[in-house]
């Protein structure tokens, strides 16, 4: 582990890992849960963001207010974040008032009220936030596609519940989920920057102190398949279809990330990647135009959007599907193999200059990999990835099949040949 990294477990099973930064003056801590939306039962789903809403909502010592107050008056940004794997609570304050900001933290997540009022106050906070999602076609088309590619698996569920599963949920299930979720030996202290790690680790004993063991969670279940085809969602309001192609990948935590990533960039990862430059600006047939890696712990989807008119979206997904068979059946060339490790190195070390990506960091690799490597080393491993490596990673993620796709809005006009989405 890097010299400026150190880990501390607790008596009572709770995790704190810290990282100095020095020549910064502030800090930024999170307390991190390993669960999230996956780890719900189905009539459940969007408990884990409803509670990252109501823990705000007001405590045994202090109302939702008092906790916007101590941490304004601090100068500090506070808030928190729900995803499919994880859920995490963070601030960033100057150096000076990283105590208080522990005791704040550690409030919040061992003794919300869970008040009546508040709670129905906020499951109409909530219902807006699903309306604003379905309202926003970027958004919804990657609901939609999740549902579709990880068919009856808790990870094709969106991470915000639906308008029903919502509606549904009441304060005692709220609570029960909440007492077995929120224990010491699910949650990780994460904190990057000016930062003294055994100062840290005796806030944290004293904070956490009352804070104790439990059952654990739920063992996950990978998912058994990945469903290939089409599937629309019709909203006529729109001018754009948006599309949305999916392929499996592998884990997080697999050796061969650093070729994916980079075979990522150079397929649409960047303004220079393959997709944006022939979708884009050779034809001029979208606005937008991007491929991204989402990875989970048992297994990953390499995402492709676009958003385009109706009349041209058929055009658009067969020149993704081109790109996608040229880059396997060919690989890629010398230079474009370059700038893709440069944009990767230049991009990360950009990123990794702030308290606050430093944390997230820290804490992102301590879920998935258990261990801490040195941007030295993920710098290494990525100008390790030569133009071999990534063909047989094209090969790997783009085998012979039917592809998966979601497209969102005026989706009648989309008329696909049989055998389109083959490949």
């Given at each position: 582990?890097?010299?400026?990294?150190?880990?501390?477990?607790?008596?009572?099973?709770?995790?704190?890992?810290?990282?100095?930064?020095?020549?910064?003056?502030?800090v930024?801590?999170?307390?991190?849960?390993?669960?999230?939306?996956?780890?719900?039962?189905?009539?459940l789903?969007?408990?884990?963001?409803?509670?990252?809403?109501?823990?705000?909502?007001?405590?045994?010592?202090r109302?939702?207010?008092?906790?916007?107050?101590?941490?304004d008056?601090?100068?500090?940004?506070?808030?928190?974040?729900?995803?499919?794997?994880?859920?995490?609570?963070?601030?960033?304050?100057?150096?000076?008032?990283?105590?208080?900001?522990?005791e704040?933290?550690?409030?919040?997540v061992?003794?919300?009220?869970?008040?009546?009022?508040?709670?129905?106050?906020?499951?109409?906070?909530?219902?807006?936030?699903?309306?604003?999602?379905?309202?926003?076609?970027?958004?919804?088309?990657?609901?939609?596609f999740?549902?579709?590619?990880?068919?009856?698996?808790?990870?094709?569920?969106?991470?915000?519940?639906?308008?029903?599963?919502?509606?549904?949920?009441?304060?005692?299930?709220?609570?029960?989920?909440?007492?077995?979720?929120?224990?010491?030996?699910?949650?990780?202290?994460?904190?990057?920057?000016?930062?003294?790690?055994?100062?840290?680790?005796?806030?944290?004993?004293?904070?956490?102190?009352?804070?104790?063991?439990?059952?654990?969670?739920?063992?996950?279940?990978?998912?058994?398949?990945?469903?290939?085809?089409?599937?629309?969602?019709?909203?006529?309001?729109?001018a754009?279809?948006?599309?949305?192609?999916?392929?499996?990948?592998?884990?997080?935590?697999?050796?061969?990330?650093?070729?994916?990533?980079?075979?990522?960039?150079?397929?649409?990862?960047?303004?220079?990647?393959?997709?944006?430059?022939?979708?884009?600006?050779?034809?001029?047939?979208?606005?937008?135009?991007?491929?991204?890696v989402?990875?989970?712990?048992?297994?990953?989807?390499?995402?492709?959007?676009?958003g385009?008119?109706?009349?041209?979206?058929?055009?658009?997904?067969?020149?993704?599907?081109?790109?996608?068979?040229?880059?396997?059946?060919?690989?890629p060339?010398?230079?474009?193999?370059?700038?893709?490790?440069?944009?990767?190195?230049?991009?990360?070390?950009?990123?990794?200059?702030?308290?606050?990506?430093?944390?997230?960091?820290?804490?992102?690799?301590?879920?998935?990999?258990?261990?801490?490597?040195?941007?030295?080393?993920?710098?290494?491993?990525?100008?390790?990835?030569?133009?071999?490596?990534?063909?047989?990673?094209?090969?790997?993620?783009?085998?012979?099949?039917?592809?998966?796709?979601?497209?969102?809005?005026?989706?009648?006009?989309?008329?696909?040949?049989?055998?389109?989405?083959?490949?």
């Amino acid at each position: 582990m890097p010299a400026e990294i150190r880990r501390r477990r607790l008596r009572n099973g709770l995790t704190v890992l810290t990282e100095r930064m020095p020549g910064v003056r502030s800090v930024s801590i999170g307390i991190w849960l390993k669960c999230g939306s996956r780890d719900e039962p189905k009539r459940l789903n969007g408990a884990s963001h409803f509670l990252e809403h109501l823990v705000f909502k007001g405590t045994e010592n202090r109302s939702a207010r008092q906790i916007a107050l101590e941490m304004d008056s601090i100068g500090g940004q506070m808030d928190a974040f729900t995803s499919k794997e994880y859920t995490c609570f963070y601030a960033k304050v100057l150096d000076q008032h990283l105590p208080q900001t522990v005791e704040l933290l550690s409030d919040i997540v061992q003794r919300p009220l869970f008040d009546e009022v508040e709670l129905e106050r906020e499951r109409e906070v909530v219902l807006e936030e699903i309306k604003m999602v379905d309202d926003n076609a970027e958004e919804l088309i990657y609901d939609l596609f999740a549902d579709w590619f990880y068919p009856r698996h808790p990870l094709g569920r969106p991470i915000q519940g639906t308008a029903e599963s919502v509606a549904a949920l009441s304060r005692r299930q709220l609570l029960t989920f909440f007492k077995n979720i929120y224990r010491p030996e699910n949650m990780l202290i994460v904190a990057a920057g000016n930062v003294d790690h055994d100062a840290l680790v005796k806030q944290v004993t004293k904070a956490f102190s009352g804070l104790k063991p439990g059952p654990g969670l739920t063992p996950r279940v990978a998912p058994r398949q990945q469903r290939r085809g089409l599937v629309t969602a019709s909203k006529k309001e729109l001018a754009q279809v948006h599309l949305l192609m999916g392929l499996p990948v592998f884990p997080k935590d697999e050796r061969g990330r650093f070729a994916l990533h980079v075979y990522n960039a150079m397929l649409g990862g960047t303004m220079s990647s393959r997709l944006f430059h022939k979708i884009r600006e050779e034809r001029g047939l979208v606005y937008s135009v991007y491929s991204a890696v989402n990875g989970f712990a048992d297994n990953g989807m390499l995402a492709i959007y676009a958003g385009t008119s109706p009349q041209k979206a058929r055009e658009v997904m067969q020149l993704i599907v081109a790109e996608l068979a040229d880059l396997r059946d060919s690989g890629p060339t010398a230079d474009e193999l370059h700038v893709a490790k440069e944009h990767l190195k230049g991009s990360l070390m950009l990123a990794l200059e702030s308290t606050s990506s430093r944390m997230s960091n820290l804490a992102r690799q301590e879920i998935y990999q258990k261990r801490q490597r040195s941007l030295e080393a993920t710098l290494k491993g990525i100008e390790q990835v030569n133009a071999s490596r990534v063909h047989e990673m094209a090969q790997l993620v783009v085998r012979s099949g039917e592809l998966s796709l979601a497209a969102v809005g005026r989706v009648k006009q989309l008329k696909l040949p049989k055998g389109a989405l083959k490949i």
